[in-house]
């Protein structure tokens, strides 16, 4: 059974960074495109990055383009998402999910078939 488990949440003030990591167990991250999406209160779930199975190939969201960086440590079984200039528009519960084919630019959750329990960010002063 494919597990994720998201973890790096935290509360953060206006400008801070994160780092939100994505660890696999139960299979091998290599074989799987991960995608990172966000739900905030009362809004549906975004997608916010993804990064192909070999880090070659990477999506954002225009809203964090610049802001956030996806990548990858197969060794380790991991992805990461750097987040920098954190705005508090930022706020929601952050997912990691995996698909086997590779990423869409449409960041659409419907294509992804594993899913973690979500991490808080919270973006205030």
């Known amino acids: 059974q494919l597990q994720l488990v998201e973890s790096g949440g935290d509360l953060v003030q206006p400008g801070g960074s994160l780092r939100l990591s994505c660890a696999a167990s139960?299979?091998?991250?290599?074989?799987?495109?991960i995608g990172w999406f966000r739900q905030a209160p009362g809004k549906e779930r975004e997608g916010v990055s993804c990064?192909?199975?070999?880090?070659?190939?990477?999506e954002y969201a225009d809203s964090v383009k610049g802001r956030f960086t996806i990548s990858r440590d197969n060794a380790k079984n991991t992805v990461y998402l750097q987040m920098n200039s954190l705005e508090p528009e930022d706020t929601a519960v952050y997912y990691c999910?995996?698909?086997?084919?590779?990423?869409?630019?449409?960041?659409?959750?419907?294509?992804?078939?594993?899913w973690g329990q979500g991490t808080q960010v919270t973006v205030s002063s």
């Open positions: 999910a995996a698909r086997a084919r590779t990423c869409s630019s449409l960041l659409m959750s419907t294509d992804f078939d594993s």
């Open positions: 139960g299979f091998t991250l290599d074989y799987y495109a």
């Open positions: 990064i192909s199975r070999s880090g070659g190939t990477t």
